[in-house]
């Protein structure tokens, strides 16, 4: 009887955690007689034939004995191919040809010849791998360079299991993984500019206040007046990711599986557009299985753009009221209850009505009243909201179309909204998520600006949310304006951001 342990990994949420693979063989049994315990799903237990072959296919042979392979701990489901490479040490640190495994975390699929294919999850791995002082880390080539950002850990990256032998038994002949550096300054570059748009003066003003805050924003506008030219160059304006943030985001994309191969660091901040026939699962997260990350948690640390927001399903847009107000998603399943990251800039654009003419000057609405109501009602008040912006976008007028342009680039607004950003980063936080308890001491208002707000309220009768998001837009306005005080034009412009809902909704 031979007994050999390795260690192995699974992902649950955006974390990793410790497996132990423990494999033990037993010479009174044959080749066939494999067992596998510790709740694996299907492709897990299917790793036996691939394990097989690629053992025999890479001239290292396969035991004529019973081999057990036990997971553990046992009481938490195993997903996934990654834990082909684990098993088949253990097989093979079973039958002497590798030495003990206690300093090492193995990942990977592999292939019938041998070959080892890349998993998801590697930078979750990586700093599991920190957080437990355990120091090297094997995983597929293609993973490597994700995983190697991780400081304290040393990363090898594999491409065949005879190149996994040969590192284990000759240590001394390899080398880890070169750590990139740890900027992740982007290049914005590569996202649309502003100077590409021509007119919509004030849809542009709210799109660099809600970048400069993080605040959420609505688009109201007819068709083809440019609501989604301004949204995909809203990523072209924000602040470059901070280290950590890049971490964050790139765990998700990498459990996500949408790291390009030999992918580091995501360098851009998310830009997701989902189409609006998304389901719940695909939005907020979930599926079948080990629950995925949605798209709210594919956009965290950057934007969410859902054009057409009235076409989404009803029950599909009130999900969103968690993540937009607590930065999380919750997703409960009777085995696990697992929280995702979803701190996202939501951007919505929107028709004023079915056929999307509705107060143009220059087309007729053919959308009766009914219709009108029927089709905003769609979008429901605790929606409307936790949306810090509404703002118009109304058609172009031929001469902006024709004329010379006269916009700033994104790099010059890009500059005003990292000076805004500084101011609120001293505070420890973005002013969007500036909690409650602390709006009367970074919003205060000057005696101006406390008449204006108060007007604004009793006209409008403003809820208690909306209150505080004004105030929250205000110090935006005052933070790119570079005042200490808010005063009255802030709060003035920060409840125009608020007056559209009024216009249409009632």
């Known amino acids: 009887m031979a007994l050999f342990k390795t260690r192995s990994a699974a992902v649950y949420g955006i974390d990793a955690h410790l497996i132990d693979v423990e494999v033990d063989m037993y010479s009174s049994g044959s080749a066939r007689d494999f067992v596998m315990v510790g709740m694996p799903d299907t492709a897990v237990r299917e790793s036996r034939e691939r394990i097989k072959s690629a053992m025999l296919n890479s001239g290292f042979g396969y035991p004529n004995k019973a081999v057990t392979v036990n997971l553990a701990p046992a009481n938490v489901r195993k997903e996934g191919a990654g834990f082909d490479l684990p098993i088949a040490m253990g097989i093979m640190g079973a039958m002497g040809s590798v030495p003990p495994l206690e300093t090492h975390i193995l990942l990977g699929e592999l292939s019938l010849d041998g070959a080892i294919r890349p998993i998801r999850g590697a930078l979750s791995v990586a700093v599991g791998a920190r957080l437990h002082g355990i120091p090297n880390l094997i995983l597929p080539a293609e993973n490597a360079a994700e995983a190697a950002v991780v400081e304290g850990v040393n990363v090898y990256g594999v491409r065949h299991l005879a190149e996994v032998v040969a590192l284990l038994t000759r240590p001394q002949e390899f080398q880890p993984a070169a750590r990139r550096a740890s900027s992740t300054v982007p290049e914005s570059a590569a996202a649309p500019d502003f100077i590409d748009v021509r007119g919509q003066t004030m849809a542009k003003r709210a799109l660099e206040v809600a970048a400069a805050g993080g605040h959420n924003v609505l688009m109201i506008g007819p068709p083809g007046s440019g609501k989604s030219m301004l949204a995909k160059r809203l990523a072209g304006i924000l602040p470059p990711l901070i280290f950590d943030e890049a971490i964050e985001t790139t765990k998700i994309h990498s459990i996500a599986g949408l790291l390009p191969s030999g992918a580091g660091l995501l360098h851009q901040r998310p830009f997701r557009a989902p189409h609006h026939t998304v389901s719940d699962a695909g939005l907020i997260g979930g599926g079948m299985g080990m629950p995925r990350p949605g798209e709210v948690s594919l956009a965290h640390n950057g934007l969410l753009f859902l054009d057409e927001f009235p076409e989404f399903p009803r029950d599909v847009l009130e999900l969103l009221r968690q993540p937009l107000e607590d ?165 003035a412009e920060a409840v125009q951001y608020r007056s559209l809902d009024r216009n249409y909704w009632n």
């Open 327 to 491: 930065g999380s998603v919750t997703i409960a399943r009777s085995a696990m209850t697992l929280c995702f990251p979803s701190n996202f800039m939501l951007v919505a654009a929107m028709n004023p009505c079915a056929c999307g003419f509705y107060g143009d000057a220059t087309r007729e609405c053919r959308c009766t009243a009914a219709l009108i109501q029927r089709y905003l009602g769609k979008i429901s008040g605790p929606l409307l909201d936790r949306i810090d912006i509404h703002v118009e976008v109304p058609a172009v007028p031929y001469q902006e179309l024709r004329g010379a342009t006269n916009s700033e680039t994104s790099a010059v607004i890009r500059s005003r909204v990292q000076h805004a950003r500084d101011i609120q980063q001293a505070r420890g936080y973005s002013n969007a998520r500036m909690p409650v308890r602390f709006i009367r001491k970074h919003c205060a208002l000057d005696a101006s600006g406390e008449r204006t707000l108060e007007m604004a309220v009793r006209r409008m009768g403003l809820s208690a949310r909306a209150h505080d998001r004004i105030l929250k837009v205000a110090r935006t306005v005052a933070d790119l304006d570079g005042a200490d005080t808010v005063s009255a034009k802030h709060v």
